[in-house]
């Protein structure tokens, strides 16, 4: 093995270890998990924390989220389905000590007590 020259540095070399042909679904589905309150509270104090139903699977609130599918979205605010956390929500969950399943899809975090 030849020792590196620190004159005549080496390119690096990078390789993609595995390929990933996930749909986006199912990558958002993978990034879904289990924190607590004390994950979500500085989310919740930037506004970008949302319930979701328990009727709703997680990730394809999330996957309309990061496809823009504004209507669907509007769709979900209007029905109850999806609720920004306001101050009664944070109130209830930073007392309690509940984990909840969560997703980011950036800048936003879905959740929902478990």
């Known amino acids: 093995m030849v020792a590196p020259n620190p004159n005549n540095p080496q390119p690096l070399k990078?390789?993609?270890?595995g390929v990933d042909e996930s749909t986006p679904l199912e990558k958002?589905?993978?990034?879904t998990g289990t924190?607590?309150?004390k994950y979500l509270a500085p989310h919740?104090?930037?506004?970008?924390l949302y319930f979701v139903d328990p009727e709703l699977k997680l990730?394809?609130?999330?996957?309309?989220?990061?496809?823009?599918?504004?209507?669907?979205?509007e769709a979900w605010l209007k029905a109850g389905d999806l609720v920004k956390i306001g101050d009664l929500h944070a109130e209830q969950w930073a007392k309690a000590d509940n984990e909840f399943e969560a997703?980011?899809?950036?800048?936003?975090?879905?959740?929902?007590?478990?």
């Open 35 to 37: 924190v607590g309150w």
């Open 14 to 17: 990078y390789a993609m270890l």
């Open 44 to 48: 919740y104090l930037s506004g970008v």
């Open 28 to 31: 958002l589905e993978k990034y």
């Open 59 to 73: 990730a394809e609130v999330g996957y309309a989220f990061s496809e823009n599918h504004k209507e669907q979205v």
């Open 103 to 114: 997703l980011v899809v950036s800048p936003f975090v879905l959740c929902r007590p478990i």
